[in-house]
């Protein structure tokens, strides 16, 4: 548990993670550091997959990706 930042306690318990990058994603999984979710910018969560960025979220929903933009959200399969 050493890695984690901060723990703010409260009505509900937050953790404060570093903003990170596409790179070196703040959330990330065992054995697979260059993979997770970090902060793009104010209010907006960025998804990579080997150390390159792959999706956008805002509170629009799903906004795209580094090479093209989806209008809209997303809804039903995507094949």
Known sequence: MSDLKEWQSGAQDIYVAPAGTAAAPSWTFNGDTDTGLYRVTANE??????????????SAGFVGNVTG???GN???DIS
Not at 45 to 57: C, P
């Open 45 to 58: 969560l960025g998804v990579a997959a080997g150390g390159s960025a792959v999706g956008r979220f805002t």
């Open 69 to 71: 933009n989806v209008t």
């Open 74 to 76: 997303v809804t039903g």
